[in-house]
């Protein structure tokens, strides 16, 4: 319960709950918390909801194949994708299937390593990305940039480049999305 406030009646001294209590956030950071969590909610609904009427896909689906567009020859293998997506496996799989079944993606196994697959954009998967690209860029731009100036957008850019750089660490065994 990240944004409860601290109990009223503190542990008796001595007591070893002294040594375990939370670093409770204080009232001006449980106000910052809150916005984060509305404003982040309301951008993916608000994201989502734009390409599901204009697409009929959600806006991780649609983050799939702007990565596979990116991609050299528009294709990437699996593992690859989930990380550069921040997903679990189990997830990116979901969603490829669902993306092969409109014909936008095919998976193509890897020749070096028969357990190893590639999503590759298809022609048609790259066309729906063009028509859709502008009605999305409009989107974000409204929701985001328009609402900031230039040093609160800089601000921003910083301030979730910390923020994903400190939940991504580099040591063997760490709990990330594409790693389960």
């Known amino acids: 319960m990240e944004d409860m406030k601290a109990p009223a009646s503190a542990p008796t001294q001595g007591s070893t709950e002294k040594a375990q209590e939370p670093r409770w956030l204080t009232d001006e950071e449980q106000r910052v918390w809150r916005w984060f969590m509305e404003g982040a909610t309301l ?101 985001v940039f328009d609402r900031l100036d230039p040093e609160q957008q800089k601000a921003l850019g910083e301030i979730m480049r910390i923020i994903a750089e400190g939940l991504q660490p580099t040591e063997a065994g760490a709990d990330l999305p594409w790693l389960r």
């Open 43 to 143: 951008l993916d609904d608000h994201l989502d909801r734009q390409l599901q009427r204009d697409a009929g896909m959600p806006h991780v689906y649609y983050g799939l194949l702007v990565k596979l567009a990116e991609a050299p020859r528009r294709r990437l293998r699996m593992t690859e994708l989930a990380m550069l997506a921040k997903i679990t496996r189990s997830r990116l799989s979901h969603a490829i299937a669902r993306l092969e079944k409109n014909g936008w993606v095919r998976r193509e196994d890897c020749p070096d390593d028969k357990r190893g697959q590639f999503a590759v954009l298809t022609e048609e998967g790259y066309e729906v990305l063009r028509q859709t690209a502008p009605g999305h860029v409009d989107a974000v731009r409204q929701a």
